[in-house]
C-alpha cells in the first residue's frame, strides 16, 4: 500500500520543540518534492518542502529560523524539526509526496502548544 504516515505530534509548552515524521510506505521518496503543511481551523498553510536531488529546502516566513526540514534517504523519511514553538502553531500538520502526477498526502498529526 502507498502511503505516507506522520508522527511526532503531541502537547508541549510555548518555547518546547517537537520533531515530525513523515515515513514513505510502498514507495521511495528519491524522487518526490517533500512538504510539509498545516491545517487551523479556515487556513491551510504550507510550512516548508526539500527538493529531490539537492535537497534544496525552503521555508515559510512564519517559521523560518525555527523549523528545519531534513531528509534520510536510508529510512525513507522526512522531518520537520520545530523549535521554539507558540501558540499559533496549534494545528493539524501533514506531509506531502509529489513527484509529476504522483500526489500523496499523509492522515496529520495534531500539535497543540499550550501551557
Known amino acids: 500500500q502507498l502511503q505516507l504516515v506522520e508522527s511526532g505530534g503531541g502537547l508541549v509548552q510555548p518555547g518546547g520543540s517537537l520533531r515530525l515524521s513523515c515515513a514513505a510506505s510502498g514507495f521511495t521518496l528519491d524522487y518526490y518534492a517533500i512538504g510539509w503543511f498545516r491545517q487551523a481551523p479556515g487556513k491551510l498553510e504550507g510550512l516548508s518542502c526539500i527538493l529531490p536531488g539537492d535537497g534544496k529546502a525552503n521555508y515559510a516566513d512564519s517559521v523560518k529560523g525555527r523549523f528545519a526540514i531534513s531528509k534520510n534517504n536510508a529510512k525513507n523519511t522526512v522531518y520537520l524539526q520545530m523549535n521554539s514553538l507558540k501558540p499559533e502553531d496549534t494545528a493539524v500538520y501533514y506531509c506531502?509526496?509529489?513527484?509529476?502526477?504522483?500526489?500523496?498526502w499523509g492522515q496529520g498529526t495534531q500539535v497543540t502548544v499550550s501551557s
Open positions: 506531502r509526496a509529489r513527484w509529476d502526477l504522483f500526489d500523496y
